[in-house]
């Protein structure tokens, strides 16, 4: 009994969704020719499903829905690998630029040693600098100075905007720039190094206008 119940519950299921229902004709009445163009509302029955007269919810052929179902997957993939734009690099003529502006910058020098570094800080999709110069000074010893610059990339070229105090170290490495911000690792001395043999790596962050 249970199995004839299912069967024919399982017949009307079929009937009703796969089978487009058609209008209801009465007697005497005759079927009205094709027309050329579907209004929206029947262009959409025709995509996704038919709509029984006299009733107010629309039946949905599966196969049809899931046509699209399938596509969605895909699509979101799409856009979730689509890579966003990289921000515009100065060239190497610029990049060049940068270090004469830089060793131009620092004066009264016998030599001026520039580690440039570059990425947006500002985040106008442009490329800007951080410069960390050592300069041996004109009768000064056997010791030298660093200076760390920040540089807002433009149209132009780069645009000196400051200086960094506070920052020591040798061996600049590991720029990382982002909005506000750069960090940078410099090897600075350990408790129990000698001035000429710094050992610890410490990573300072430098606040970007």
Same mark, same amino acid.
């Given at each position: 009994m249970r199995k004839t119940e299912a069967a024919n519950i399982h017949s009307m299921i079929v009937r009703r969704v796969v089978v487009p229902c058609s209008p209801d004709r009465s007697a005497g009445s005759t079927?009205?020719?094709?027309?050329?163009?579907?209004?929206?509302m029947a262009t959409l029955r025709m995509? /996704?499903? &038919?709509? $029984?007269?006299g $009733? *107010?919810?629309?039946?949905v052929h599966p196969a049809r829905w899931s046509a699209?179902?399938?596509?969605?997957? #895909?699509?979101?993939?799409?856009?979730c690998f689509v890579p966003l734009p990289e921000p515009a690099?100065? $060239?190497?003529?610029?990049?060049?630029?940068l270090v004469a502006l830089e060793r131009k910058r620092i004066r009264g020098a016998d030599y001026v040693q520039v580690h440039p570094f570059f990425g947006d800080f500002t985040g106008d999709r442009r490329e800007d600098a951080l410069a960390v110069s050592y300069s041996h000074p004109k009768g000064g010893g056997n010791s030298d100075s660093i200076e760390v610059?920040? +540089? %807002?990339? &433009? *149209? *132009?070229? /780069? %645009?000196?905007?400051? &200086? #960094?105090?506070?920052v020591y170290g040798q061996s600049p490495r590991l720029a990382k720039f982002s909005r506000g911000q750069v960090r940078v690792t410099l090897t600075t001395l350990g408790p129990n190094?000698?001035?000429?043999?710094? *050992?610890?790596?410490?990573? +300072? #962050?430098?606040?970007?206008p």
């Open positions: 079927p009205s020719a094709p027309k050329d163009r579907l209004s929206p995509q /996704f499903g &038919t709509r $029984e007269r $009733e *107010s919810r629309m039946i699209h179902l399938v596509r969605l997957p #895909v699509c979101l993939s799409v856009l690099r100065a $060239e190497g003529a610029g990049r060049k630029a610059s920040l +540089y %807002r990339g &433009t *149209s *132009s070229g /780069f %645009r000196f905007i400051k &200086t #960094v105090p506070d190094d000698a001035r000429c043999c710094p *050992s610890v790596p410490k990573e +300072y #962050v430098i606040a970007a």
